[in-house]
């Protein structure tokens, strides 16, 4: 677990592993079974034992006068069981998103990237672009919808509604937790604020260029972070893709300015040329790549509920409210 910076948030490992010296580890389970141990670690307010002053630490020391009640060995075994079940689900649809995102995304280089798209070897190329391609720019394809201007004061620790920033935007990756919410729904935000699965965000500041999709319901835009929709005739995936790829996030990354931290304009990026491909070759991605699309959609809010589920066994479990 960590004991500087990230504080105490536990991790299983069941590999050989090098561990840094911002961490702490088990070496002896005391014969108690190591996967329990892990979850239990996970029942216990460690924050409350932070001992640094501008960066917070975890002192092993407090760690080791803890008392605790633990359960036998054989009932260290079933409970262990019973939530690494959920684990492991969570994991296969993990794996199951990595596969998907990377075919879909070899596609997309193929296709528009190196172009080598169906029926290429007999198009031919006119002003240095595919017949049928035309030279446009981001704005003619895409259209970059900015968040609310949310004030602080309106937050709330148990809001109905997850406030998305730039923190919740990895890299082909939704963050679902916020650290800020609100109860309502602010009367001047715009509708496209109000997220839901499906919709494809872009970051515009500090790491400009990562693009995710959105996945569960009850989260509000916040500013820095733009929603990007394709017009009508664009698919959805292939608005996805086009930023989710490394070429895409290089050329916003190299648009960003700023002195402190990067930021990009979306007027900015809506001048830059863009090459639309042929509606023909749009629409056949779009078959083949939206129910993939879909398909990590559904993964994401599967692995939602079964993280859900186990956080409720897990303490009852551990306290013994619920019998094994």
């Given at each position: 677990m960590g004991r500087s910076g990230s504080l105490g948030i536990p991790q299983y490992v069941p590999v050989k592993f090098w561990?840094?010296?911002?961490?702490?580890?088990v070496k002896d389970f005391k014969g108690n079974f190591p996967r329990y141990v892990y979850y239990l670690l996970q029942t216990l307010d460690l924050g409350r034992?932070?001992?640094?002053?501008?960066?917070?630490?975890?002192?092993?020391?407090?760690?080791?006068?803890?008392?605790?009640t633990i359960h036998d060995l054989p009932t260290q075994r079933k409970i262990s069981d019973i939530l690494s079940a959920f684990d492991e689900l969570i994991e296969i649809n993990q794996r199951r998103i990595a596969l998907l995102e990377q075919?879909?995304?070899?596609?997309?280089?193929?296709?528009?990237?190196?172009?080598?798209?169906?029926?290429?070897?007999?198009?031919?190329?006119?002003?240095?672009?595919?017949?049928?391609?035309?030279?446009?720019?981001?704005s003619d394809v895409f259209?970059?919808?900015?968040g609310f201007a949310f004030k602080s004061k309106t937050y709330q620790p148990d809001g109905r509604f997850g406030i998305v920033t730039i923190k919740n935007v990895h890299n082909a990756q939704f963050i679902p937790e916020c650290a800020s919410k609100t109860d309502d729904v602010p009367e001047k935000i715009k509708e496209h604020c109000v997220l839901g699965t499906g919709d494809i965000l872009l970051s515009l500041t500090g790491e400009v260029g990562r693009c995710c999709m959105v996945f569960g319901e009850s989260y509000l835009l916040n500013q820095r972070v733009a929603?990007?929709?394709?017009?009508?005739?664009?698919?959805?995936?292939?608005?996805?893709?086009?930023?989710?790829?490394?070429?895409?996030?290089k050329?916003?990354?190299?648009?960003?300015?700023?002195?402190?931290?990067?930021?990009?304009s979306p007027v900015k990026l809506g001048n830059r040329e863009f090459i639309k491909p042929a509606s023909e070759i749009l629409r056949l991605f779009g078959k083949i790549a939206?129910?993939?699309?879909?398909?990590?959609?559904?993964?994401?809010?599967?692995?939602i509920k079964l993280n859900q589920a186990r956080d409720l066994l897990l303490p009852r479990l551990m306290s013994g409210k619920l019998e094994i």
């Open positions: 561990p840094h010296n911002t961490s702490l580890w034992f932070n001992a640094g002053t501008g960066v917070p630490t975890l002192n092993r020391n407090h760690l080791d006068n803890l008392k605790l075919a879909v995304r070899e596609i997309y280089r193929e296709w528009f990237v190196r172009l080598r798209f169906p029926g290429h070897e007999s198009t031919k190329i006119v002003a240095g672009i595919p017949e049928g391609w035309e030279r446009k720019t981001y259209k970059f919808l900015g929603k990007v929709v394709g017009y009508t005739d664009i698919p959805t995936s292939f608005a996805y893709w086009t930023f989710s790829n490394e070429r895409t996030r050329e916003l990354e190299n648009l960003a300015h700023g002195a402190a931290q990067s930021n990009l939206n129910p993939v699309f879909w398909q990590i959609a559904t993964l994401n809010l599967a692995i």
